[in-house]
């Protein structure tokens, strides 16, 4: 297939009518997750790094495409402006900031990792046990995440 037509087949299916501000909105398949997936040769991509790579370019490996719409994340959203390049540990610390990590911590379950990992325990056991990312595990320890419930708790673990 020549470059022209899988171009113009792949713009075929993202609603650009909002203008070059708004999110481009992918109206073909998507995965279980809501991104947009494109089928090249027989093989699905995600439909962010199509677009972003018709726009801007390669994308270099080891690296994650990352949401950044104006009206909050949003997997089906295109739009190159929209997005930015970030590590795999990027990635995870921005969907843990975002809230985007389903967990069902409760307070008290916030303050023992807090407690718990700013002691001994390793941040990967902790997560294991809550059932969340290690990084989810992090941002608690050093109060980035759930600062609401960490900002009153002292970080010097207990003798």
């Known amino acids: 297939m020549a470059i022209e037509n899988f171009i113009t087949r792949f713009w075929s299916k993202v609603d650009r009518s909002g203008g070059p501000d708004s999110c481009w909105i992918w109206t073909a398949a998507k995965d279980s997750h809501g991104y947009g997936v494109f089928k090249i040769a027989g093989h699905q991509i995600i439909s ?3 677009a972003w790579e018709l726009e801007r370019g390669r994308v270099m490996s080891g690296l994650c495409l990352l949401h950044d719409c ?3 994340d949003n997997p089906a959203c295109v739009n190159p402006a929209h997005l930015w390049l970030g590590t795999k540990r990027q990635n995870n610390n921005d969907a843990a ?8 911590l ?3 379950d916030v303050k023992d990792i807090f407690r718990r990992a700013n002691g001994a325990e390793k941040n990967i056991d902790l997560a294991r046990e809550y059932e969340v990312h290690p990084s989810v595990v992090s941002l608690i320890k050093n109060k980035k995440l759930w600062k609401h419930i960490t900002s009153d708790l002292d970080r010097t673990p207990p003798s």
Do not use: C, D, L, N
Request: glycine share 18%; aromatic share 0%; proline share 12%.
């Open 97 to 104: 900031i975002k809230g985007q990590h389903a967990s069902k």
């Open 106 to 108: 409760r307070p008290a």
């Open 70 to 72: 104006p009206g909050g």
């Open 48 to 50: 962010t790094r199509i």
